[in-house]
């Protein structure tokens, strides 16, 4: 199937600073796309390009087979969302809602059916005489998005939508988004800084950085399978573990050898393995007999609501693990550590001596 929307080497310098570097995407109908990275990583600029707010220097955009690399942002059959909302404060709702049908020059009486329907999609019906000062955030934020979906667009366009709103706001807005986009089945592309907004919300996620595209895959596969030291650091918590191949299928690390399923390469090679807190097994007895089981110590253990976030010491390296939070593990407890061969994966060939490893806080 041919994709809905498709990004094609997509360059945009702002005078010699490169914001984004080559960028290609695809994305299918219907899909939940997200664009996550740090700030500064070029999301807003890239999705400013699919809307028409900025001229690439380099490359195109395609709607199906349509390139609208340099049609007017109106004529694109894309539709915005500002971070910032963007409403216009001296309008009411229902008037902020029907700003881009009259921009279209759809007439009235339909203009107004149309503005009706997204307010009751968004759950603001009778809120149409108000004006956004007079709205809470996160209603302020579900206007915005009425706004956008009115023009009924091919591909809506979400920037960090959420960033304005308190932690509890977010997540009951970020599911309505969601259960709204699906019921839809409206393509979106949604930018956003934050991990975990990422993998709740998307389809597929593609992680940026520096304006390049790192990895692109469904919110598993990037955070199970992370294509580089960058993807495991940004998208979750890792463990990194400097290692030497010894043999395929196993390496040396800390002192101790370790098995990890499905590696080649020469011995001598140093790598940099990854496993996440919660892949690491902790218990409080010795383990005799079995591979890849460390004797450690704990150092802190932090109450995290759900889990227990433990640091242990061990083969000269600092674990983050998280247990169940009902687990009595108090700092130097001694406990052993296992380490599943299918969960250490290589995510870096590495390149200085820096022997230091274990986890990131
Ligand atoms: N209009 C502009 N003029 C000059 N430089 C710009 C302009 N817009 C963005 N940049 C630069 O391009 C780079 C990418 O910016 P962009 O706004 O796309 O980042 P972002 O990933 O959206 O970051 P954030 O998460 O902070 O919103 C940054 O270095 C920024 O300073
Ligand atoms: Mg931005």
Same mark, same amino acid.
């Given at each position: 199937m041919a994709a809905h929307l498709r990004l094609v080497n997509v360059v945009?310098?702002?005078?010699?600073?490169?914001?984004?570097?080559?960028? #290609?995407?695809?994305?299918? *109908?219907?899909?939940?796309?997200?664009?996550?990275?740090?700030?500064?990583?070029?999301?807003?600029?890239? +999705?400013?390009?699919? $809307?028409?707010?900025?001229? %690439?220097?380099a490359g195109d955009v395609f709607l199906r087979d349509r390139r609208i690399t340099h049609l007017p942002p109106h004529a694109r059959g894309t539709a915005m969302v500002f971070q910032e909302y963007a409403l216009f404060p001296h309008m009411t709702v229902a008037e902020n809602v029907g700003y881009g049908l009259r921009m279209r020059r759809v007439p009235p009486a339909r203009a107004r059916d149309r503005v009706a329907r997204v307010l009751e999609l968004v759950g603001l019906l009778g809120h149409e005489a108000k004006y956004p000062h007079? !709205?809470?955030? @996160?209603?302020?934020?579900?206007?915005? !998005?009425?706004?956008? +979906?009115? &023009?009924?667009?091919?591909?809506? !366009? !979400?920037?960090?939508?959420? #960033?304005?709103?308190?932690?509890?706001? =977010?997540?009951?807005? =970020?599911?309505?988004?969601?259960e709204l986009q699906r019921r839809l089945g409206q393509t979106t592309v949604y930018v956003t800084h934050d991990q975990e907004e990422a993998l709740a919300l998307s389809d597929r996620v593609a992680v940026l950085n520096h304006g390049r595209v790192l990895q692109v895959g469904t919110p598993e596969d990037v955070y199970r399978n992370p294509a580089s030291r960058f993807v495991a650091e940004f998208v979750g918590l890792a463990n990194f573990v400097p290692a030497e191949v010894v043999a395929p299928g196993r390496v040396r690390a800390g002192g101790v050898e370790l098995h990890v399923d499905g590696l080649q390469g020469a011995s001598g090679r140093r790598v940099v393995l990854a496993v996440r807190p919660e892949e690491v097994r902790v218990r409080q007895e010795p383990?005799?007999?079995? %591979?890849?089981?460390?004797?450690?110590?704990?150092? #802190?253990?932090?109450?995290? @609501?759900?889990?227990?976030? &433990?640091?242990? *010491?061990?083969?000269?390296?600092?674990?983050? &693990?998280?247990? =169940? $939070?009902?687990? %009595?593990?108090? %700092?130097q407890a001694e406990v052993s550590l296992e380490l599943p061969a299918e969960r250490l994966r290589v995510v870096e060939e590495e390149r200085t001596d820096d022997q230091r490893g274990g986890g990131r806080s």
């Open positions: 945009k310098r702002f005078g010699a600073a490169v914001a984004v570097d080559g960028v #290609s995407l695809e994305i299918e *109908e219907g899909c939940f796309f997200t664009l996550l990275g740090p700030s500064g990583c070029g999301k807003t600029t890239l +999705l400013r390009v699919v $809307a028409g707010f900025h001229t %690439p220097d007079q !709205l809470s955030g @996160g209603q302020q934020q579900r206007v915005a !998005l009425a706004r956008a +979906l009115v &023009v009924e667009p091919e591909v809506l !366009l !979400l920037d960090e939508p959420l #960033s304005n709103l308190d932690a509890k706001l =977010r997540l009951r807005v =970020r599911d309505e988004l969601r383990v005799d007999g079995k %591979p890849n089981v460390l004797r450690g110590r704990v150092r #802190s253990a932090t109450f995290l @609501g759900a889990v227990r976030r &433990v640091t242990v *010491e061990a083969a000269g390296l600092v674990w983050i &693990v998280d247990v =169940r $939070a009902d687990e %009595p593990l108090a %700092p």
